[in-house]
């Protein structure tokens, strides 16, 4: 039995057979619309989302499967102490698999470690977000055609912005990418990131200016400041509209560059950027979809047909 609790659980071999089987989902959605017929997902959401969740229980369904589960901690037997261990045991009485969020980083893996069906981390803290790594990297390989040879630059949040030190982790394995770290000095991403790049002499440069940066960049990763993980609300709001990126900007970067964010938006960038054929992140929404798809299958261990 596979859990997912980072994307390094899969090697680069593996990914590509998701991603494979991702786009064949995309383009063949009928071949697989039973496949999942009689298992049940549960969606063990114990922080607010919005697309993770919905985004698997549209998977699961789309595949013929069933999903139960809560969407709020307050609505579970956590707000009566339950813990993440024995939650997990019911629910591998419930369901087949399990999609988990938590706000304490590790609680997933704690859950793996209990549990009896496939845990997949939908986000832990401040740590990891697989499933939007897995996302991100199924969007630049569908868009761009590769996962390599690449300088990203990744603005706003990243130290607390948990799909850029997934994405990271993830990237490092493919040849050739340069990383341009974008953040406010306080927001300045982990030293054991920096670190592991250093070890792995893969290249990079952190800036505080966006608009610098821009006509280097062949994918722009833009994040939201994560309200929910300041402990003042006066640095926030100090912080929180720091980068906006609008048309003008836009006009430093490469005609071919892609905009991606893993969402939700606050103000970091302008809606006037949505029309802009390079902005990427409502068709990185709906890749999304394909790739749960394709890990539902898979950590089940199911065939088409
Ligand atoms: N990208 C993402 O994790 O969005 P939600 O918080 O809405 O799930």
Do not use: W
Request: proline residues 5%.
């Amino acid at each position: 039995m596979r859990h997912l609790m980072s994307p390094l659980d899969f090697t680069v071999e593996e990914l590509e057979k998701l991603f494979d089987l991702a786009n064949d989902i995309e383009a063949n959605p009928d071949k697989y619309k039973h496949i999942c017929e009689g298992k049940k997902l549960a969606t063990c959401f114990y922080e607010p989302s919005t697309r993770t969740r919905l985004s698997f229980e549209s998977a699961m369904y789309s595949l013929g499967g069933q999903v139960l589960g809560f969407s709020d901690a307050g609505s579970s037997s956590a707000a009566k102490g339950e813990s993440v261990s024995d939650t997990i045991r019911m629910i591998s009485c419930y369901a087949d698999i399990c999609a988990m969020r938590h706000p304490k980083e590790g609680a997933p893996m704690v859950a793996a470690t209990k549990a009896s069906i496939p845990v997949i981390n939908a986000g832990d803290g401040g740590h990891q977000h697989p499933t939007q790594t897995l996302t991100d990297l199924l969007t630049i390989r569908s868009l761009k055609g590769r996962l390599n040879h690449f300088t990203i630059g990744l603005c706003g949040d990243l130290k607390f912005g948990r799909t850029v030190h997934s994405l990271i982790n993830a990237l490092v394995r493919y040849e050739n990418i340069k990383f341009i770290f974008i953040s406010p000095e306080e927001l300045r991403i982990p030293d054991y990131i920096i670190d592991m790049l250093k070890a792995k002499n893969i290249p990079f440069e952190e800036v505080i200016r966006l608009e610098d940066s821009m006509p280097e960049l062949d994918l722009l990763y833009m994040t939201r400041v994560q309200r929910e993980r300041f402990f003042n609300e006066e640095d926030y709001v100090r912080l929180k509209d720091f980068y906006i990126l609008d048309k003008k900007k836009m006009q430093c970067a490469r005609e071919d560059m892609l905009v991606l964010h893993p969402l939700p938006r606050v103000n970091e960038i302008s809606v006037e950027v949505d029309d802009d054929p390079r902005a990427a992140y409502f068709r990185q929404v709906q890749y999304g979809v394909y790739v749960r798809m394709a890990l539902i299958i898979t950590l089940l261990e199911l065939q088409e047909g």
